[in-house]
């Protein structure tokens, strides 16, 4: 069965996790993310990001910021021959400091909005798709929409396996996201 789409958290899966990231400066690529992405779009399977962007809500930076956060990572991406077909991001928290964005919403992880909504805007199937993150609220997302599921170790994913409670583990544990991409193409 061929994939229908990937998607992926940002912070800690594509670029280092350095806390309420919104400057290029602050967080290259991860070793290898590029060539992982790149495996994919060579096959033609859709690549999107999904990320909580909580320091919105929180007032460390704007959802202009995200947007060039974002496009600066594209731009990596693109010189390494790689892409990403579309970036969704949720900027809410419920015990967000700015008024607008304090709330409780449909597209923060681990609920399914921005899954739903990519996959509504860009023909996806999502249970013929994967999620890959470093927490446990991105697997539980992607269980929720009927995905398979991969944590990856790097960002805060080892703390996150190791402290592990859940009733429900990911499809499978990896490195990063080039061991993500091996078993997953396997």
Not at 77 to 92: M, Q, S, V
Not at 163 to 180: N, R
Request: aromatic share 6%; with cysteine; proline share 3%.
């Amino acid at each position: 069965m061929k994939l229908s789409a990937v998607f992926l958290d940002r912070d800690g899966v594509i670029n280092e996790d350095v806390g309420f990231a919104s400057r290029r400066k602050e967080a290259p690529l991860l070793s290898g993310v590029a060539s992982a992405i790149r495996l994919l779009n060579e096959q033609d399977i859709p690549v999107f990001v999904v990320s909580n962007q909580a320091g919105i809500a929180r007032g460390h930076h704007t959802e202009d910021d995200a947007h060039h956060f974002n496009e600066s990572l594209a731009a990596q991406l693109k010189d390494e021959g790689a892409h990403i077909e579309d970036w969704y991001f949720c900027p809410h928290h419920p015990e967000g400091s700015i008024e607008e964005y304090a709330i409780d919403c449909d597209c923060r992880k681990p609920k399914t909005g921005l899954l739903e909504r990519a996959a509504k805007e860009h023909g996806v199937e999502l249970s013929r798709s994967v999620m890959i993150g470093d927490k446990m609220i991105d697997i539980e997302a992607g269980r929720a929409v009927g995905a398979r599921t991969i944590l990856v170790l790097t960002g805060q994913g080892k703390r996150e396996w190791t402290a592990w409670k859940a009733d429900f583990k990911p499809a499978y544990v990896a490195k990063d996201l080039t061991g993500a991409m091996a078993w997953l193409l396997a």
